[in-house]
């Protein structure tokens, strides 16, 4: 698998310079959000979506301010909402440190991230940048109809597949998109192209958010949580999904009371995650990332042959065979 310092190597002068831009626009003038925005900085994951941001961007044409404006507004977008999500799932972590809602507690996680999304405007007034708005209000509204559908479909038995892939577009696969959008307008404004990247980002998205959902029913937890946390948290993903579908009207009862119990017993939870291992639920899932993977990968086709085409081919591999 190809590492993602390499896949990064096409556009590593955007990144060095994103970097700086991104902890700049981070800045407030207020010292206890100054503290708590420099943690969030030190502790941030991969930054995988400004990749997809400048990649995209590469395919087509040089990157230039406005692109770094994208990545920006993705990324302090992305970090918004993951604050906001640690207080909604009362997560203590985060990519293996500690939330900022463990840390300074649920109000001030929620103003933090507030203040987030209103750098997010304020990056768009200042650089003049107004088309972009309506990708990443869209992308914002997606995100929050996406939990709250998860909340409602939870509680429900009869969650059917169409149900679960409307949930992780709206949750995540809809950011990816708008990163591939978004790093398309930086530099053309063909309509054509960047709906093309965003249908590209579609698919990617969908594939990773699948892999994630995999992660959960695999012997060693990833990602910063616990193997079983979206059974503590009652989320039906779709490697449950399968086997809750394909199983006897006894026995889908039974896997249901396990999944709506609030005691999280670790051996029910072991009990599920060694049902869903072996009834299929995570053959069946791995299948659909990959075919996701593999739309997303002939879209790229379309594109003349580049670095920057070579190495959002590899990214599309990376998010479905990475281990964490």
Same mark, same amino acid.
Request: hydrophobic share 40%.
């Given at each position: 698998?190809?590492?993602?310092?390499?896949?990064?190597?096409?556009?590593?002068?955007?990144?060095?310079?994103?970097?700086?831009?991104?902890?700049?626009?981070?800045?407030?003038?207020?010292?206890?959000?100054?503290?708590?925005?420099?943690?969030?900085?030190?502790?941030?994951?991969?930054?995988?979506?400004?990749?997809?941001?400048?990649?995209?961007?590469?395919?087509?044409? $040089?990157?230039?301010?406005?692109?770094?404006?994208?990545?920006?507004?993705?990324?302090?977008?992305?970090?918004?909402?993951?604050?906001?999500?640690?207080?909604?799932?009362?997560?203590?972590?985060?990519?293996?440190?500690?939330?900022?809602?463990?840390?300074?507690?649920?109000?001030?996680?929620?103003?933090?991230?507030?203040?987030?999304?209103?750098?997010?405007?304020?990056?768009?007034?200042?650089?003049?940048?107004?088309?972009?708005?309506?990708?990443?209000?869209?992308?914002?509204?997606?995100?929050?109809?996406?939990?709250?559908?998860?909340?409602?479909?939870?509680?429900?038995?009869?969650?059917?597949?169409?149900?679960?892939?409307?949930?992780?577009?709206?949750?995540?696969?809809?950011?990816?998109?708008?990163?591939?959008?978004?790093?398309?307008?930086?530099?053309?404004?063909?309509?054509?192209?960047?709906?093309?990247?965003?249908?590209?980002?579609?698919?990617?998205?969908?594939?990773?958010?699948?892999?994630? $959902?995999?992660?959960?029913?695999?012997?060693?937890?990833?990602?910063?949580?616990?193997?079983?946390?979206?059974?503590?948290?009652?989320?039906?993903?779709?490697?449950?999904?399968?086997?809750?579908?394909?199983?006897?009207?006894?026995?889908?009862?039974?896997?249901?009371?396990?999944?709506?119990?609030? $005691?999280?017993?670790?051996?029910?939870?072991?009990?599920?995650?060694?049902?869903?291992?072996?009834?299929?639920?995570?053959?069946?899932?791995?299948?659909?990332?990959?075919?996701?993977? $593999?739309?997303?990968?002939?879209?790229?086709?379309?594109?003349?042959?580049?670095?920057?085409?070579?190495?959002?081919?590899?990214?599309?591999?990376?998010?479905?065979?990475?281990?964490?």
């Amino acid at each position: 698998m190809t590492s993602l310092k390499q896949i990064k190597a096409p556009i590593e002068q955007e990144l060095k310079t994103f970097e700086v831009f991104f902890e700049e626009k981070l800045k407030s003038e207020v010292q206890l959000m100054n503290t708590i925005l420099e943690y969030v900085y030190r502790t941030k994951g991969k930054q995988i979506r400004p990749v997809f941001v400048f990649l995209a961007a590469k395919i087509l044409d $040089d990157s230039n301010l406005s692109t770094q404006v994208a990545a920006c507004s993705v990324e302090l977008l992305h970090t918004a909402t993951l604050i906001h999500d640690d207080v909604v799932d009362d997560s203590l972590e985060r990519r293996g440190e500690s939330s900022v809602k463990a840390l300074w507690r649920d109000k001030i996680a929620v103003l933090v991230g507030d203040y987030v999304l209103a750098r997010v405007l304020q990056l768009q007034i200042e650089s003049e940048q107004y088309g972009f708005l309506s990708f990443i209000s869209k992308a914002a509204q997606d995100m929050i109809e996406g939990e709250i559908l998860q909340m409602k479909k939870a509680q429900n038995p009869d969650i059917d597949f169409e149900t679960y892939y409307n949930v992780i577009y709206k949750k995540t696969a809809s950011l990816i998109a708008t990163c591939m959008a978004v790093g398309a307008a930086s530099v053309t404004q063909d309509k054509t192209l960047i709906d093309k990247m965003y249908d590209i980002g579609k698919n990617a998205g969908m594939a990773f958010q699948i892999k994630d $959902d995999i992660f959960d029913y695999q012997k060693n937890g990833s990602l910063g949580k616990p193997t079983g946390k979206d059974i503590e948290e009652k989320k039906v993903t779709l490697p449950l999904l399968y086997v809750l579908k394909n199983a006897g009207e006894g026995e889908r009862q039974r896997i249901w009371a396990i999944t709506q119990e609030n $005691d999280k017993n670790p051996q029910k939870i072991n009990e599920l995650i060694k049902l869903v291992n072996d009834r299929g639920g995570i053959d069946y899932a791995t299948e659909k990332m990959n075919e996701y993977r $593999d739309k997303a990968i002939a879209g790229l086709m379309n594109f003349p042959e580049s670095d920057a085409r070579n190495a959002l081919v590899d990214l599309m591999k990376f998010i479905t065979e990475r281990e964490k």
